[in-house]
C-alpha cells in the first residue's frame, strides 16, 4: 500500500497483536455503541436469520443450498449442480472474485466487518456473551489476571458452556448446508452410535468453531483469511474506507478542552478508537490489513467529538483523495475495467445455466475394444452411455443414430434407459453400421438423446471401423 501518512510507517512491520517476542497479544475492544453499532445489529440479526433459515427454505420441494461435497451434488437456489456442472461452477467462481474486486476497490472491506459470518459470530454473538459474563474490557482483563476464585471459575465455565453450546449449534448449521437438514434430523435422533463418521464430523466442526471463537478470534481475519491480505493491491486512493482525518485531527491536542486554539487538531488523543478495535490497531495511523471496516472507532470518536463539541466524523468512510479535499469516490478507468469484465461473466453465466440441459450424457468407448464384425456383415462398436438426470423426476430416455439412417443402436435388456431423479445411470451400448458405409478408420456419428419423443441433447462420438485399402 501506497504509503498514505506522512507519519511514522514503522507500525506496518509488526501486527498488533504480536509482541516483539513473537507472543499473542490478547485484545480487549470496549464494549461498541452507537449509531451504527445499532445499525450493525440490525443488519446481524437479518443475515443470521437468514442463514439460520436457509437449510429449512425449500424451492419446488428442493434445499435452496445444499454442499454435498461426499455425494458430489450441489443445489443452489433449488437447481442441482453435478461435477459435469464444472465449467459453470468455475465460472461462478472466477464472477464472485471479479465482483469481490470490483467492490473492494470501491468500498474497502465493508464484507469483512457487516456480512462476513466469521465477524458476526465473533462480534456480535460470542463477544457479546463475553461482555455480558465478564463484563467491558477493564474487568475482563483484570478478571484474566486475577487468581481462581469461585467467581472467576463460575464465570469462565459458564462462558466456556455457552461457546461449546453455541458451536455445536453453528456446526450442526454447516452439517445442514452440507448434507441437508432431513439428514442432520436423523443423525441427531440416531445418536453417536449409529452413524459414527457423522458424529466425528459435527464434533470436528464444533472443535474448529469453538477453538476460532474462544481463543484464535481476530487472528483468522489478519492471519489466516486472504481477502485482508489483497486489500494492499486493490485499494487505491478513491476507495472508500474507514479513515482517520488526518488533516483535522493533526497535531493531536490532549488539552483540547482546556486550549481551543486554532492550530490544534480536532483528535484529542483519549485514544477511545484504539481501544474500542477488536484487532488493536491505531486507525490514526493509517490504513491497515488489520482493519476489518466494523467501524466501532468510527462510533467511538464521534462520541468523543460530541463530548469536545467538535463535528462528529473525525474517523469516517471516505477515501484519501476524499480526506485530501477531492471527490470520495470516482469511476476510474480501473473500475471501469473491472465493470465491463463483470458485466460480460454475468452475461456468459446467464447464457450458461438458462440454455443448461436437464440430462448430461458422455459417451466412452468401451476400453480395449476396437470393433467387431456380426454375421450379417455389419460392423459393431461397443460403448459406455453415463446419463446423468439433473431433474427432480425420473426420466425415460432412448437413443437414436442421427446421421447414419442404416444404423442401428442397441442395450442388452430394455430399449429405453430410466434415469432416477436427480441421479445417474450407465449403460452399455452397442451400435452397428453396415460394413459397406465405412470408409475410414473413425467415423464420426451423431447420436441423439431422446424423452417422450422430444430430443433433449446430441452427442457426437467416433465409430471405429477396418480400414479399406
Ligand atoms: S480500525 Fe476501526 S473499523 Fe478498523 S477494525 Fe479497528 S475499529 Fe474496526
Ligand atoms: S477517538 Fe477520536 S479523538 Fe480520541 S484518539 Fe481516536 S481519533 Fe482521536
Known sequence: MEDLYQYDQEYRDSIATVDAAGNRVWVYPKKPKGRLHNLRILVTVVLLGLLFSGPFIKINGQPLLLLNILQRKFIILGQVFWPQDFVLFGLAMI???VFII???????RIWCGWACPQTLFMEMVFRKIEYLIEGDANQKRKLDIAPWTTEKVVKKLSKHLIFMAISLLISHLLMAYLIGVEQVKQLVLAGPGAELTGFFGLLLFTSVFYGVFAYFREQACTVVCPYGRLQSVLLNKESIVVAYDWLRGEPRNKLRK???TDDQGD???CKLCVHACPTGIDIRNGTQLECVNCTACIDACNQVMEKVQRPQGLIRFDSYNGIEGGKPLKFTARLAGYSVILVALVGLLTYLLVSRSDVETTVLRVPGQLFQKTVDGNISNLYNIQVINKTFNVISLYIKVMDQP????YRVGEPSL????NGMVESVYFVELPAIQIVKAKTPILLGIFSENTMIEKVKTNFLGPVKR
Do not use: H, M, N, R
Open 102 to 108: 470490483l467492490f473492494t476497490t470501491a468500498f474497502g
Open 418 to 421: 430410466l434415469v432416477p431423479a
Open 406 to 409: 442404416e444404423a442401428k443402436i
Open 267 to 269: 483528535c484529542i488523543d
Open 258 to 260: 482546556q486550549s481551543l
Open 95 to 97: 464472477t464472485f472474485f
